[in-house]
């Protein structure tokens, strides 16, 4: 059951969404703390190392998540979504996918701008590919920012509409990404 069927969603999906899910409001709640550390503190250096292992891992997540998602596509739109939330839907998810690559690419902009690599927790490094563009640690720290807070705040309308498709539409949306599966003779897909 790792994969994904035309009617559920696989145990990697899950897994996948829900950890990243976690990640994502960790890495977001890190970072808003951590540039506030002064430069005496104790987790003024070690904060920002943990922030960028994570996000090199997270972005090596998404790849996977990426892959997966060709190699085992969703299952199909519930037949009571209109068009519209189909559209919807499909934008959401791809718009949160593309705000995530370059939130983490800018990370990495961040992290390598003078030059070092950037060290996941000692197992291995990454090497700095682009340096010496003049601004370019402040320029994607702002970019970074942004995309940040856009990221959590589309992630918590996602979050909404699940919550809506559960207790205002009562059909399977939220039920299906949790594990539960829908049966062949279902008058409550929806």
């Not at 601004?135 to 970074?144: I, L, S």
Request: glycine letters at 8%; one cysteine or more; charged letters at 15%.
């Amino acid at each position: 059951m790792w994969r994904n069927s035309p009617r559920h969603y696989g145990a990697l999906t899950i897994a996948l969404h829900w950890l990243m899910a976690l990640t994502i409001y960790g890495m977001f709640a890190l970072g808003l703390w951590m540039v506030g550390l002064g430069y005496y503190d104790g987790w003024y250096h070690s904060a920002p190392e943990i922030h960028k292992g994570i996000g090199i891992l997270l972005f090596a997540a998404l790849l996977l998540r990426l892959c997966w998602r060709v190699i085992s596509p969703p299952p199909a739109p519930l037949t009571s979504y209109s068009p519209h939330v189909r559209r919807a839907a499909h934008a959401a998810h791809w718009l949160l996918y593309g705000l995530l690559l370059v939130l983490l690419i800018s990370g990495y902009l961040i992290s390598t701008a003078d030059g070092k690599p950037v060290s996941v927790f000692g197992w291995f490094e990454v090497p700095a590919l682009f340096t010496g563009a003049g601004e370019q640690a402040d320029v994607a720290g702002e970019v970074h920012l942004w995309l940040a807070w856009a990221l959590v705040l589309l992630s918590a309308l996602h979050a909404l509409a699940a919550l809506k498709h559960h207790f205002v539409d009562r059909d399977m949306t939220l039920k299906r990404m949790l594990g539960y599966r829908i049966p062949l003779t279902s008058e409550k897909e929806k």
